[in-house]
């Protein structure tokens, strides 16, 4: 054994001896950097990098790599990567979440799949279930993220924050054009773009309306010899 994988493996007997579990012991990588507290569960495929602090009764993994992360008690990342961002009590995140650095997901937060955050801060209690990038945002308690949301916080030249209150609804496939607030309690609906305020309580819409052509597909088909 050289002296990388003996300091890998006191590392692991450390822990274990400390209250963590492990699934696979020798499909786990933790940094003699790194601290766990007892009752976490760390399942194969972990990497648990630099100066990251796990606290009790988190499940990590499988596959999920940290990065100079503070994870609080109670938290669930699953197939995720998370880099130098505070992850409060509670959250789940993944799986194919990235979380970039400089972020705070709040108290009982839920991040899906392939959701990316990038320098944003969140409330407690938000849901981005899936499909969704914020970036250079702060965004308030208790708000639910429609899948196909976007910050467009970059113009090709600087970067622009969006602030987004508590208690916001924000439909699917909405873009959101910093800088932009939007007040506590607002409603955006699916497929807007956003590139003004919205007022406290206040629904925004923008998107053209829809135009039904009756029989336009069977007389194209006919059209084009397709019967």
């Keep these: 054994m050289n002296e990388d994988s003996a300091a890998l493996e006191a590392k692991r007997v ?3 001896e400390a209250g963590v579990k492990m699934m696979d012991p020798a499909a786990v990588y933790v940094e003699a950097s790194v601290t766990v507290e007892g009752g976490t569960l760390l399942l194969p495929g972990t990497i648990l990098r630099g100066e990251t602090v796990i606290g009790p009764n988190c499940l990590i993994g499988p596959n999920v790599m940290l990065t100079d992360c503070l994870v609080e008690e109670g938290c669930t990342i699953n197939a995720s990567q998370c880099e130098c961002s ?3 009590r509670g959250c789940q995140i993944g799986p194919y979440a990235h979380i970039r650095p400089h ?3 709040g108290e009982g937060s839920k991040i899906g799949a392939f959701v990316q955050l990038k320098n944003c801060t969140l409330g407690a209690g938000t849901k981005m ?4 990038y914020v970036g ?3 965004v308030g308690d208790h708000c639910n993220f429609g899948c196909g ?3 467009c916080n970059y113009d090709g030249f600087q970067k622009f924050r969006t602030t987004i ?3 916001v609804f924000v439909g699917c496939n909405t ?7 939007v007040g506590d309690g607002a409603y955006i609906a699916a497929g807007t773009t956003v590139t003004e305020d919205v007022p406290v309580n206040a629904m925004a819409i923008g998107r053209s309306r829809q135009q039904v052509k009756e029989n336009w597909a069977a007389e194209n088909r006919k059209r084009k010899g397709k019967q």
Excluded: K, M, W
């Excluded at 279930?129 to 969704?132: I, M, R, S």
């Excluded at 873009?175 to 607030?181: I, K």
């Design 149 to 151: 949301t976007v910050t």
């Design 86 to 88: 505070r992850i409060e």
């Design 129 to 132: 279930a899936h499909l969704t």
């Design 103 to 105: 972020c705070v997901v």
């Design 165 to 167: 209150g508590s208690r």
């Design 175 to 181: 873009n959101f054009v910093p800088p932009v607030t």
């Design 14 to 16: 450390q822990l274990l």
């Design 136 to 138: 250079d945002s702060d």
